[in-house]
């Protein structure tokens, strides 16, 4: 049986990358909400050489899809890995949709496949480094922690007041918070899970951002490798967490962030004083 490695939000730049490289594994299973993308996507790697791809349209947010995606998986092999970079930023949706999906979605998958989990099987959750630029320990906390529990969306919602990038950073703490939450019972299976949080990244997604938010203006400017990280170098790492070089890695996050959050949190002290 070949070795399945599952990506949501496939037919963005990270997960594109991603694919690239874990297809020279095994069989590769992109998942998107866009079909028309998920088909450019799978045509673009078969032009690399990719060819063992398959693809389906989700919504990580509709649990009854979210399955029919790790019946699909379970039908092609052994899941090795679930790579999980679907998400929402800022400037793609209103508080409450960015909760859902970064949140919300994120509990479905985790919930659906550890179902699929068995030993050597890793996730890989795509967060940010904007999820290090809130305090871990607050009013919502243990709420992020149980992204299925009822009222979830409710809660966030008065806690982020509406505010999209509030909902973003907070979603996005979540997401290393449910990892470490997570880690005790996919370890149990012989699994692993792990975050990792990007920086500025040149992708389509990163370049919308920048081009509407001064705040990563100046986060750039303040990155100490003073340039953008580039999609092959979120897939590389990526690629490493995966493997079995990092077999004693799980429950935790993985900045890949060119020195941003920590160059910001000395800044920040800076300016305090």
């Known amino acids: 049986m070949s070795n399945v490695y599952v990506i949501t939000g ?5 997960g594109k990358a991603i694919a690239e490289l874990v297809g020279k594994k095994g069989t590769v299973l992109l998942a998107d909400v866009n079909e028309e993308r998920l088909v450019q996507t799978k045509e673009e790697l078969a032009a690399k050489g ?14 009854k899809n979210v399955k029919a995606l790790a019946d699909k998986a379970a039908s092609l092999g052994t899941l090795k890995s679930i790579i999980h970079t679907a998400g929402l930023s800022p400037t793609m949706g209103n508080s409450n949709r960015i909760t859902e999906v970064n949140l919300v979605g994120t509990g479905i998958v985790l919930d659906e496949f550890i179902r699929r989990a068995g030993p050597e099987t890793v996730a890989v959750c795509i967060s940010s480094m904007s999820g290090h630029f809130v305090p871990k320990e607050g009013p919502y906390t243990e709420i992020l922690k149980n992204p299925l529990d009822e009222n979830v969306l409710e809660t966030m ?65 303040n990155t100490p490798l003073q340039r953008e990280g580039k999609p092959i170098e979120i897939a590389s790492v990526v690629d490493f967490l995966i493997s079995d070089a990092a077999s004693y890695i799980t429950g935790t996050d993985i900045r890949v962030d060119g020195g941003t959050t920590a160059n910001m949190a000395k800044l920040r002290a800076a300016q305090n004083k």
């Open 10 to 14: 496939g037919s963005g730049g990270m």
């Open 50 to 63: 990719i060819t063992n791809v398959h693809h389906q349209t989700v919504d990580i947010t509709d649990t």
């Open 157 to 221: 919602e008065e806690i982020t007041q509406g505010n999209p990038g509030a909902a973003y950073s907070l979603s996005k703490l979540g997401v290393m918070l449910i990892v470490e939450e997570q880690a005790w019972a996919w370890g149990q299976k012989g699994a692993r899970i792990v975050s990792l949080s990007p920086g500025t990244i040149n992708t389509p997604m990163g370049r919308q951002e920048a081009s509407q938010q001064a705040e990563m203006k100046v986060m750039l400017e």
